[in-house]
């Protein structure tokens, strides 16, 4: 099983590395950030997208709310400001959430039926929590490399470079590893 130190580091990695692409992405011409690249989700932007509508629709499980788009959806497909904004609240709300998971939560199970293969699903909130923050982390990398095609360098992105790794102001035991 994970542990919360865990679950809080996946949280402040997610939310440093979606900042900074979100930043440098910026730079990108619209017209090229919306450009099919035959990528999954077309373009890199369909690809940030994507990753903040599985946040947003992992976190209405986590809390038991509703799912706050139906299924296929993008968010936010031609509105980059508005993409921006909320990835960053989004981030925001994920940091707080990870600051409240305990031991036990991560153990209980975690029901919820999902539109794509609509039958109920029961798993050990820490399995999913795991793919949460994999899930993100994967389709980063496919962002990362659309950024490469359009000239852009996303930079270091391994997780020793997080800033304040270890410093405790992340809320993780100082000095170590997170498992």
Known sequence: MISVDYVRTMAAYSRWMNSRLM???????????????DAFFKSLHGTLDHILWADMIWMSRFEGSAPPVAKGENLFRTDWDQLVTDRAAADALITEWAAGV??????????????????????????????????????????????????????????????????GSLGIVAGKVPV
């Open 23 to 37: 930043a440098a992405c910026a730079a990108i011409p619209p017209e090229e950030r919306s450009r099919d690249l």
């Open 102 to 167: 305990t031991p036990e939560w991560l153990a209980a199970p975690l029901s919820y039926v999902t539109k794509f293969n609509p039958h109920r699903w029961t798993l050990p909130a820490w399995v999913a929590v795991t793919h949460f923050f994999n899930h993100a982390t994967h389709h980063r990398g496919q962002a990362t490399t659309l950024m490469m095609q359009l000239g852009v360098d996303p930079g270091v992105t391994d997780l020793p470079a997080l800033p304040d790794l270890f410093d």
